[in-house]
């Protein structure tokens, strides 16, 4: 977006010149030009002033051509404002190499900054005359402006508005959630409820809502009844005289001054309405919380069994209604889908789809994602099609021009658009960054929200770092259903997410329009303007090299589907020097060129899964750098030029050795250098093999969040964890022993203050572990533990139990310290998972009122195990249990007394 385009101009402009900064290098150097800090400043001032014009106008920009075309020069000026400010970083970071001052300094070193000097005075003059455009087209459009809210372009926009009729075949695949909402309208519950419908736009979210409310006015269940279009801009006044107007029985009796009515009046005047009714509302498209809250109090609860059903995008907004009445919806499954689209498509022939059209009308069904919206859209326009194959293999073969231009698609592309348009702005260049990964590719959210931070999508926010400010982004894009959530993790937090192929198709769009980005189409008409560029084909990678990767203004390089190669990479670091994200993760490459130092703009570079054994010297000059990932590289030490880089913010060097686990050192690390390592921004550093060296140099490290330690013997443990009581920030920790005899030792673990959630032990450790101080004083903020491999003498769980209660996940395998567990009334009260792999157990335990909110049991390659755990009945929270690789006699057990039938409530049970 431009005004997103405008920040990140802002961003480098007060970063690269600042005034004060400058000063110095002015006193040194009087060849340089004196007013660049200056007029650098002038431009932020009046990039400020557009900004907060771009945040006025909102929406309105997309219903005003000449407008739009105004912002399609703003967005050039920005993006040449961060070409000179890189330009600018660039010399600044030549000036420093010796060899430059030396050798060519007298003769280059005066061009160069005139240059930039003359290229700022030019964007000045520009950004001049956007201001002078910008104030003439207030005054000339100033009663658009001030008359044509956004709401109101909404509306012109949107077709969700209140449906009057809904037809039987929008409701295929939704007779369940139906009956469910009917349930939930049944008046044996007295007390006021509401009731939430949520997900992405196109899902039927009003359809349903339409649906019931249309039936249970037909059948007068309730006394009065209102259907409420409430949109993003809402007026609460109005909101209010519609209750009103329509709740009211005797129309007569409606205040005549209601028009003119304030809020106080307003509210008494409705709850007056409402009193000692049973009412039914329908509060459609609730963008915001707060538009409940201001209405909640008007909204009276005299027990008459009232409802108020809010349908919504945004799962804040969807919990407002109690768990137990939270609906939401889901794309349809193919077999829905299809028999929606041949209802739609079809109607003339019975609504059966001809033979020699099924495998191309599947076709298009699977792209709509499931969308009911979509498939009805594409179901109409396919109806008036002649029934020829030729035909709809062009619609097909053509379905992102369709989606974007096809006037029968105007609704879906409505409904997505405004999911966009009214995004937070944080989150607009967030979203289409997604845009350009592959179709279906799964977002991991460690990896998205570190390329977020380096493309300089992410604003810092009071005391949280970067990182967790970017969790919030990802967080919101799912609370806003723009990303679907793939997996969570072992404590609930999300760990992948993925973006609907419709929703992905509208975001390129976007995203060419903006030119923020290329992916999966020809650069030939785009290249000279392209800042992010991803390529997943073979022909793109040989179309790059033959046109010797002419692409001067090329931030982000992301390589998929193990495309890049020696040849390309070569060019990239020699024709694009101002790359910052160079991911080339799988692909095969054995070596990196020596002048990958270059790229001194470069902050993330990715080599995971990659062949190559070292890093060229030369990476010192990467001062920038912020993400280095070598993860399954064979690179087995980081060389020292790694230390020199002072702004390095994640490590992630580790390999797995043995995926089945067989072995305690099952994954290896990296070695550090003997050098000194005070990289005092580092905050991942996942793995270190431990040296008497390495883990002193461990104390310079101390914004460590994520720290994985492997090959630890028992006398280098005083050393580590003394390094490791100086990490007040330390979230997520792995240990791994050297071997399995030797126990670790956790005494010298003593921080004053620790934010420890994560805990993985590998091996053994001494008997009193969980009595140590830092168990006892912050055991209480570990919500997840894993101990593997733990030959222990006596059984821990009663320390555990006492001093780490809050876990939310536990996993005991490859141990051997006890053949029975007993689960002890009150011991972790709030696990959800517990994993027991591979053990010598022969009996389990589980007394009443233990483990009482536990939801997933896995008991795991356990082959004495002759008996179905006592106990197992009672806990009713349970959803899924999985037993594998058991005694036979659990089995025989199982099936005599019947377990299946006890456990009825246990969602998933695999034996």
């Keep these: 977006m431009a005004e997103a385009a405008v920040v990140l101009a802002l961003g480098k402009l007060v970063t690269s010149f600042g005034v004060s900064s400058l000063r110095t290098y002015l006193e040194k150097e009087p060849a340089r030009p004196p007013d660049l800090p200056y007029t650098a400043k002038h ?27 105004w912002i399609v020069r703003v967005r050039k000026v920005a993006y040449r404002v961060e070409d000179i400010t890189d330009e600018y970083s660039y010399n600044i970071a030549l000036e420093h190499e010796k060899h430059f001052k030396r050798l060519i300094h007298k003769f280059f070193y005066p061009d160069a900054f005139h240059r930039i000097a003359v290229e700022l005075k030019d964007i000045e003059e520009e950004i001049k005359h956007l201001s002078q455009l910008k104030r003439d087209y207030r005054e000339m459009f100033n009663e658009l402006l001030d008359n044509t809210s956004d709401s109101a372009h909404i509306h012109l926009l949107s077709s969700n508005g209140s449906p009057h009729a809904v037809k039987g075949d929008d409701i295929v695949g939704m007779k369940e959630d139906m009956e469910l909402l009917g349930k939930w309208l049944d008046p044996k519950e007295l007390d006021r409820t509401v009731i939430s419908i949520w997900g992405f736009g196109g899902l039927g979210k009003t359809t349903q809502a339409r649906k019931v409310y249309d039936w249970e006015k037909g059948m007068k269940s309730f006394d009065c009844y209102s259907w409420i279009a409430v949109s993003h801009n809402y007026n609460i006044d109005a909101i209010l005289r519609q209750l009103i107007q329509e709740l009211s029985e005797d129309q007569s009796k409606i205040p005549t001054d209601l028009d003119t009515m304030h809020r106080g009046k307003l509210n008494d005047e409705l709850k007056e309405v409402l009193s000692n009714k049973k009412y039914l509302i329908v509060l459609d498209d609730v963008w915001d919380t707060r538009a409940f809250h201001e209405l909640s109090d008007s909204l009276v609860d005299d027990k008459k069994g009232s409802r108020i059903i809010i349908t919504t995008r945004n799962n804040d907004v969807a919990s407002l209604a109690q768990e137990m009445y939270k609906m939401k919806l889901n794309p349809l499954g193919n077999d829905d889908a ?19 059209l099924e495998e191309l009308s599947r076709q298009i069904v699977n792209k709509c994602g499931g969308l009911p919206l979509a498939i009805n859209a594409i179901g109409n326009v396919l109806a008036v099609q002649e029934s020829k194959e030729i035909i709809w293999r062009r619609i097909n073969n053509q379905f992102k021009c369709e989606l974007e231009d096809n006037p029968g698609l105007d609704k879906v592309r409505s409904a997505l658009s405004i999911s966009f348009m009214y995004l937070p702005r944080h989150l607009k260049n967030c979203f289409l960054y997604c845009s350009m990964f592959p ?14 931070i ?108 193990r495309v890049a190669n ?28 020596e002048n990958i130092g270059d790229l001194f703009n470069l902050r993330y570079l990715g080599l995971r899964r990659t062949r190559i054994k070292s890093l060229p010297r030369s990476i010192k000059r990467l001062s920038n750098l912020e993400t280095l990932d070598l993860n399954s590289t064979n690179i087995e030490r980081l060389p020292r030029e790694v230390a020199k880089l002072k702004k390095l913010r994640h490590i992630f060097a580790e390999q797995l050795y043995d995926p089945e686990e067989r072995q305690l050192r099952y994954f290896r690390g990296v070695k550090l250098p003997d050098d000194a390592f005070d990289l005092a921004q580092l905050q991942t550093l996942q793995t270190v093999e ?6 002193k140099l461990l104390k310079y490290l101390p914004e460590l969040r994520l720290l994985c330690v492997e090959n630890v013997c028992r006398a280098d443990c005083a050393t580590l964890f003394s390094s490791l009581s100086n990490m007040n920030h330390l979230y997520d920790l792995v240990i791994s022993a050297n071997n399995l005899n030797e126990p670790l030792d956790f005494n010298a673990f003593n921080p004053k203050c620790t934010k420890l959630e994560k805990l993985t032990i590998r091996g053994c450790w001494d008997n009193e572990t969980f009595w140590r101080p830092v168990f006892c004083e912050y055991g209480a903020n570990i919500k997840y533990l894993t101990l593997t491999f733990c ?19 536990l996993s005991i395998r490859r141990g051997c310290w006890a053949e029975d567990i ?33 939801e997933v049991l896995l008991l795991l390659s356990l082959p004495s195990l002759r008996e179905v755990p006592k106990g197992l009945e009672s806990l009713a929270s349970l959803k899924k249990l999985n037993v594998t690789m058991q005694h036979p006699e659990f089995k025989v057990e199982w099936e005599r007394d019947n377990w299946k039938t006890k456990l009825h409530h246990v969602q998933e049970i695999r034996l």
């Design 791 to 809: 030959k222990n003498n006596t059984n821990p769980l009663p320390s555990i139990s006492s001093s780490v209660p809050n876990l939310i996940f």
């Design 566 to 593: 020696y040849q390309l990479l070569t060019l990239l670091i020699s024709r694009c020097k101002y790359l910052a994200v160079l991911e080339l993760r799988a692909s095969p490459l054995d070596k990196i060129p």
């Design 690 to 695: 431990a040296t008497k060296k390495s883990v």
């Design 43 to 69: 431009i932020e001032r009046e990039l400020d002033m557009i900004h907060h014009f771009l945040s006025q106008v909102g929406t309105k920009i997309y219903s005003n051509k000449v407008l739009e075309g």
């Design 454 to 561: 380096v493309e300089g999508f992410v604003t810092q926010r009071g005391h949280s770092t970067l990182e967790e400010v970017a969790d919030g982004y990802f967080t919101e894009l799912i609370q806003q259903s723009m990303m679907q959530l793939v997996e969570d993790d072992e404590i609930g937090r999300v760990v992948s997410c993925k973006m609907h192929d419709i929703v992905r198709e509208l975001a390129l769009s976007f995203s060419r329009k903006e030119r923020f980005g290329l992916a999966d189409i020809s650069l030939e008409t785009q290249k000279d303007d392209v800042r992010r560029l991803l390529v997943s084909n073979f022909d793109q990678v040989n179309q790059l090299i033959r046109s010797s990767m002419d692409l001067p203004r090329l931030r982000t390089f992301i390589a998929a589907n």
């Design 822 to 854: 007993i689960l002890r009334a009150g011991w972790f009260p709030q696990l959800r998972t517990l994993w027991l792999g591979k053990l010598e157990l022969r009996k389990l335990i589980i007394e009443e009122g233990a483990i009482i909110r536990l």
């Design 439 to 452: 179709q279906d590719h799964i977002f991991n959210r460690e990896l998205l929200i570190k390329l977020w």
């Design 338 to 356: 299809f028999e929606l689209f041949c209802r739609r498509c079809f109607q003339k022939s019975n609504m059966e789809c001809p033979s020699h």
